[in-house]
């Protein structure tokens, strides 16, 4: 909004809604703050010494605005764009010129209506000089100014899911127009989203919103963050279900004279008149809403009690809502949590951090949204997930914790990346196909429609990274002295659930000490806003890997700029700080396929299990060795890949070209083979097999020490 410029428009997010009530002979009776402040006129219009305020709204007439603007020397000029609600029916949209003339102790405002449709321009009747309008008689005076607080409840109170903004909204439409003091209680349950119970004595309340028609709230009484517990005549008035007043508040104060807590919660000093609303909604007490007038005020009566009644149920309704979305939203964040791995791994491949940071705004979040998992794969191998869901709430939650699922089961298969993208794809299809039948009437979409995912795989000892995507974009990568963070050959599929579409796969060579960071939710969205957080990502990113820092304090640091600006979706961060197995920890041989080699291969493994030490897992180890190495002499052909990990679990890897893979059975008493795998599998503490490029790897894990 500009003070200078008639022409230009001011934008809807800018300023709050304003409403502005004149009644039928077109005298102001009172206006939202807003209003006042877009009309530049006291914020006191319609109460006890308000300035004079007269308004006129002009038909579309450009000679005459001409003059009039002309004629504003000092005045304050505007453009708003506003929706005219006559009290008689219709609506009438169109832009608004504003003019605010000073003219001694009173403001005259002038708009003139700039119809949308030129066409059709909107016939606005001229109000006059308001200041000689007639009165009104008290009776319709008193209705009147009913109808205009009702009427501001109706379009101030209500339009958040936030418990605290609808008390505030609340105090807003009540003060100055209906008292000079509001505050607002809410149970401590209530605030948690809980069912509110019983109202007891004692039990804790807190103060949410406060308002005084001076803008100085009385620093002796409770203020907002206050917990107040509540005495037995107070509380058995808020159970009763009816508002309470007392229009003369000296008899009460000699009363409770000496009772400090009692005079701070109900007796502010300039405070004449009292009134007491019970918030409830479906039977229960949510808190309480107290209202008072100074000495310069009419005091409360039974038709104020009546009208705040009814504001107070339309203000409890709205707070019931938002209650219930309250407690819908930690239910989802804790089951999503649930659903996320330990925040914090350091095993052998790399250290990891992750963090889930649910939207702080009502209107995005409540739960789902981004996600992310580090799996711990065979051969000291590890996969890092992230990805995304559409939607939120319980039920983006639950299919966050389906892909998961999913993701896992098919990690466990040991498929390549891209592989394993297509079996993920092909499942999102038939998981939305299903809930399509099960929900054919369903308004919203399957929660896993569009739903992204990047899985990449890492490999300690060779130090390779294997990464697709579907619908993701890529992490964020840092090598110590490089200042690029980026990982160009990355080419994401299409998002999960489209079917039929190829994952390309994309192969790195990291250095032991680079950091990865993976990101979703609200940093994997194409906007302005997330372009600027990557920038932080990048940053914190590259400072981390040059530093040499824990993860951790790399996350936290991302984070803490990051949650400056409160996040507008959910916000999920993976950092990875890879490590690689040391030479000494490892031994590889290549052998022939020829069966004489295998007596070769067990000595191969004595040796170097007597080097490292563990004299105690020769035996078994020679056996698992013998057992693989003959089957794939047998069954597979040449070359025959040998390989030994010392981890946390002595690791054997037997590898061959064949793209079989082994079955374990049980051989029948007349079988002359077939108990190799059975053996293999009492001799070890896990085994399995994994495709490889060039054939199958099997292997197998032994517990040190359990020789």
Aim: hydrophobic share 45%.
């Amino acid at each position: 909004m500009s003070d200078n410029d008639p022409e230009e428009p001011v934008a809807a997010a800018d300023f709050p809604t304003a409403v502005l009530v004149l009644d039928a002979v077109g005298k102001v009776l009172t206006c939202t703050r807003s209003a006042a402040a877009l009309l530049g006129a006291p914020e006191t219009i319609g109460g006890p010494g308000a300035e004079q305020l007269d308004a006129e709204l002009l038909f579309e007439d450009p000679d005459l605005w001409a003059r009039l603007v002309a004629g504003a020397v000092g005045g304050a000029r505007r453009s708003a764009r506003a929706r005219l609600l006559r009290l008689d029916g219709g609506r009438l949209e169109a832009d608004v010129d504003i003019i605010t003339l000073l003219e001694g102790s009173s403001a005259r405002v002038l708009l003139r209506l700039r119809p949308a449709d030129p066409d059709h321009p909107v016939p606005v009747a001229v109000a006059g000089d308001l200041r000689r309008a007639p009165p009104l008689p008290p009776a319709d005076q008193r209705a009147a100014e009913r109808l205009a607080l009702l009427n501001a409840a109706a379009a101030e109170i209500g339009s958040s899911l936030d418990m605290a903004r609808d008390a505030e909204q609340l105090a807003d439409v009540l003060v100055p127009a209906f008292a000079d003091l509001v505050a607002v209680d809410l149970t401590e349950p209530v605030l948690r989203g809980e069912e509110p119970g019983e109202l007891v004595t004692g039990a804790p309340m807190r103060r949410v919103a406060v308002r005084a028609a001076d803008g100085r709230w009385p620093p002796g009484s409770y203020s907002v963050g206050d917990t107040i517990r509540l005495q037995s005549i107070e509380s058995v008035h808020l159970r009763g279900g009816s508002a309470v007043f007392l229009p003369d508040l000296r008899e009460l104060r000699a009363v409770l004279a000496g009772e400090e807590e009692r005079v701070r919660l109900i007796l502010p000093p300039q405070a004449a008149s009292l009134m007491m609303v019970p918030l409830q909604a479906r039977g229960s007490v949510l808190g309480a809403l107290v209202l008072w007038r100074t000495a310069e005020r009419r005091p409360f009566d039974q038709e104020d009690a009546v009208l705040a009644e009814e504001i107070g149920s339309r203000a409890s309704l709205s707070m019931e809502n938002a209650r219930r979305y309250t407690r819908e939203r930690r239910t989802a964040e804790a089951l999503q949590r649930s659903l996320l791995p330990r925040p914090v791994m350091d095993v052998t491949g790399a250290e990891t951090s992750g963090a889930y940071v649910p939207a702080s705004t009502t209107t995005a979040a409540v739960g789902g949204g981004g996600w992310f998992d580090v799996i711990q794969l065979p051969s000291t191998r590890l996969a890092f997930v992230m990805g995304t869901v559409a939607g939120h709430g319980v039920s983006a939650t639950a299919a966050m914790g389906r892909l998961r699922s999913a993701v896992q089961t098919l990690a466990d298969l040991d498929l390549s990346p891209d592989e394993l993208l297509a079996h993920l794809d092909d499942l999102v299809v038939r998981f939305i196909e299903d809930d399509d039948r099960q929900q054919p009437d369903a308004d919203a979409p399957s929660a896993l429609t569009g739903a992204t995912c990047l899985y990449a795989t890492y490999d300690p000892v060779s130090r390779t990274c294997v990464l697709a995507g579907a619908g993701h974009p890529p992490p964020v990568l840092a090598t110590r002295g490089h200042s690029g963070t980026g990982i160009g050959r990355y080419h994401p599929g299409p998002v999960l659930g489209t079917g039929g579409h190829p994952f390309a796969p994309v192969e790195l060579r990291l250095e032991a000490g680079d950091v990865l960071a993976l990101y979703g939710g609200a940093l994997a969205k194409d906007t302005d806003r997330s372009e600027r957080q990557l920038a932080v990502v990048r940053a914190g990113v590259r400072d981390g890997a040059d530093s040499g820092r824990p993860v951790t304090e790399i996350g936290r640091g991302i984070l803490g700029t990051l949650l400056n600006e409160p996040p507008d979706d959910d916000l999920a961060l993976l950092v990875v700080r890879v490590k690689e197995v040391s030479a000494d920890d490892t031994a590889v041989w290549e052998l022939p396929a020829d069966p004489s080699l295998v007596a070769r291969a067990r000595g191969l493994v004595a040796s170097r299990l007597t080097a490292w030490g563990l004299e105690d897992l020769v035996f078994t180890t020679e056996l698992i060795v013998s057992e693989l190495v003959t089957n794939s002499v047998r069954y597979a052909g040449g070359p025959v890949g040998l390989r030994l990990i010392r981890d946390r679990v002595l690791i054997c890897e037997v590898s061959d070209p064949s793209q079989t893979q082994p079955h374990l059975r049980r051989a029948q008493l007349t079988d002359e083979g077939g108990r190799g795998l059975f053996l293999v599998a009492q001799l070890t503490h896990r085994w399995g097999s994994r495709y490889t490029a060039a054939g199958k790897t099997i292997w197998t894990e032994q517990l040190l020490g359990s020789g």
